[in-house]
Structure formats: structure tokens, C-alpha cells
């Protein structure tokens, strides 16, 4: 069973290890954000929508990380709110930003809170990366983390498609790991300008 998703919505003219009702919470939090943001597509709102809706319903201390991304492919502009998420990587040539700041209060714990949103600038050749706590927190033989430092390391001095370095950084998890199971979802996401 799997916890950690993702999603594309288009606008026109067991979470591992974790149960079926993290299964789900996931796929009722999936339709929920589809139908709301069809209405209301600011990150901030959907956010602020989402998360009564879960406060309502929530049980036995269910909650959510999320991050609600808005990409306009036509004003090339990146909007981000967070509710307790990870930060994203933004790559502009060689050098690596972390945007969109877990400062958000996750969903489902305190209803009516307010989420802020940031937007950002896309020129040619930028890259971002979204990413779970599954890609940062393997453990290798010495109990210490892969970590966001060497995730940022392998971000910056990679020069292929998005593809490649999903591709990479599974093989550096794996690498990192060695015959230690793994214990967590590994999701990520990566896309560049063109």
C-alpha cells in the first residue's frame, strides 16, 4: 500500500507501511483537491479548504503534509503554498534555492489556518525538484541520513533531463543504503523549462 502521492490537475480555458486507511485518507484527499481547485485554483485557498475538510473528518490524529504547486506554463510563474511539507529545490544554473518553506501547518490538525503562498519566476533551463521525506531520511550502515545536503549536492552538479536524474538519484539512495531494506516511499519530481 502506498502514502505518498502526487498529482497533476489541468486547468482549461497504505501510505507505506501505514494501512488502508492511510490508503484511504490519500484517496479521498486526492478527489478533494481536484474538486476544490477547479474552483478556486490559488494555492493558498485550496490549502485553507482542504484542510477544514480534513479537520472535520480526521480521526485518531490522521494528518497530511502537503504542497500545493500552481504552474503557469504561459507566464512561465511557479506558485507554492505548503502545509507542512518539504521545501522544493529550485535550480537556476549552478545554484540551488530551497522555495515554497515547510513553514505551513500540516493538514488536518487546526482547522481555519491561514496558508501563505509564494510565486516564483521560471526562466529557460530552471529546474525544480519535490520530494518526500522518503528521498532525505534512508539510513545507510552507520545510521546516518542521505539527507537534504547530498540531495543538494547531486541537484547541483547534475546537467541531464529531469528523467535522468530521478533515475540518478535512485541508484544513489540505493547506493547509500547498501542491502539495508528500504523503509519509506521514495517520491520525487522533477521538471525543467524549456
Do not use: W
Request: a neutral charge; one cysteine or more.
Amino acid at each position: 500500500m502506498g502514502g505518498d502521492y502526487y498529482d497533476f490537475i489541468p486547468f482549461g480555458n497504505d501510505v507505506f507501511g501505514k494501512g488502508v486507511s492511510a490508503d484511504l485518507q490519500i484517496a479521498r484527499l486526492m478527489s478533494d483537491f481536484r474538486y476544490i481547485s477547479q474552483f478556486n485554483p490559488e494555492p493558498k485557498k485550496v490549502l485553507k479548504q482542504i484542510n477544514n475538510i480534513l479537520c472535520e473528518r480526521s480521526y485518531r490524529g490522521m494528518f497530511t503534509t502537503a504542497v500545493f504547486c500552481l504552474l503557469d506554463t504561459n507566464k512561465r510563474t511557479l506558485t507554492v503554498a505548503n502545509g507542512g511539507h518539504l521545501s522544493l529545490l529550485f535550480k537556476n544554473e549552478k545554484n540551488i534555492e530551497e522555495i515554497g518553506h515547510a513553514g505551513g501547518t500540516p493538514l488536518g490538525i487546526l482547522p481555519n489556518v491561514e496558508y501563505t503562498q509564494n510565486k516564483y519566476s521560471l526562466k529557460k533551463g530552471n529546474q525544480i525538484l519535490i520530494y518526500t521525506d522518503g528521498i532525505t531520511e534512508p539510513k545507510n550502515k552507520q545510521q546516518e541520513e542521505f539527507g537534504v545536503t547530498q540531495l543538494k549536492e547531486l541537484f547541483t552538479n547534475h546537467d541531464g533531463s529531469p528523467q535522468e536524474f530521478i533515475q540518478l538519484l535512485k541508484i544513489s539512495i540505493k547506493n547509500f543504503i547498501g542491502d539495508l531494506p528500504q523503509f519509506d516511499d521514495l517520491i520525487s519530481l522533477a521538471f525543467k523549462v524549456i
